[in-house]
């Protein structure tokens, strides 16, 4: 398998903070950790830390007090790289991240909806972990209109960040479909759930910024790991 790229240190650092405070892990209000300590203690440098905090502060999710310290503001709803990514641990957060089993270019799956009018799709099989968690397995199809071939090096953690800024296609809904399925022959060893058993299961149906279809995929999940949850603001 192999590691999808990773989002740049400070906005891996934003994207978790944000998912932590989503969860209700930071409060509102909360009082940050001083800048040195709290670097320490996740293991980065203050500034890359410092980077992620004004990421937190643009987003309205971080007030700087000064001679106080950094104050969280949470908000229900907030622009976010993950916004589309519905599965925390069972606690609630958790980084995702990703290794790809492979991407294929393939006659698109007969029982799949519309997403698009090219016969082909790019097939893209992955392991999705939350702080280096293995909790479920997907399998993307892009239509592929987007693009001639996709490399499995150049995918990012965030498929939907890769879009953006490698194809120009912007994903601006999605409709979810969540029931229970059976995990794949495909499944690697590293997952808990194992072929043949039953999972959690989402079909999604992404469009782009013209309204129109663009990607189908299938998640199976560790219910016993993962959640899938929804926020209403």
Same mark, same amino acid.
């Given at each position: /398998? ?35 300590? /709290? ?37 229900? /709803? ?12 069972? $606690?609630?957060?958790?980084?995702? =991240? ?13 029982? $799949? ?42 995918? /990012? ?71 899938? =949850?929804?926020?209403?603001?």
């Amino acid at each position: /398998m192999i590691q999808s790229a990773a989002l740049p240190k400070h906005v891996q650092l934003s994207e978790m903070l944000i998912r932590e405070i989503i969860a209700g892990h930071l409060a509102d209000g909360a009082r940050l950790p001083p800048e040195r300590r /709290m670097a320490a203690e996740l293991g980065v440098a203050v500034g890359t830390l410092r980077r992620a905090l004004a990421l937190l502060e643009e987003k309205g999710l971080l007030q700087r007090v000064q001679g106080s310290g950094n104050y969280i503001s949470a908000r229900p /709803m907030v622009e976010s790289i993950y916004a589309f990514f519905r599965l925390e641990l069972a $606690a609630g957060g958790g980084l995702p =991240t990703a290794r790809v089993i492979d991407v294929v270019k393939l006659r698109k799956p007969p029982d $799949a909806p519309y997403f698009g009018e090219a016969p082909l799709a790019h097939c893209i099989r992955r392991v999705r972990l939350l702080d280096d968690t293995p909790v479920a397995l997907e399998e993307i199809w892009l239509d592929a209109r987007f693009a001639p071939r996709l490399r499995a090096q150049e995918l /990012m953690d965030s498929l939907y960040f890769y879009y953006k800024k490698a194809l120009g296609l912007v994903i601006s809904r999605i409709e979810d479909r969540v029931t229970v399925r059976d995990v794949p022959d495909w499944a690697p060893q590293e997952l808990a759930i194992k072929p043949g058993t039953p999972a959690g299961y989402i079909e999604r149906l992404s469009f782009a910024q013209d309204n129109q279809p663009a990607e189908y995929s299938r998640t199976w999940f560790d219910p016993d790991l993962a959640r899938y =949850t929804i926020r209403l603001q």
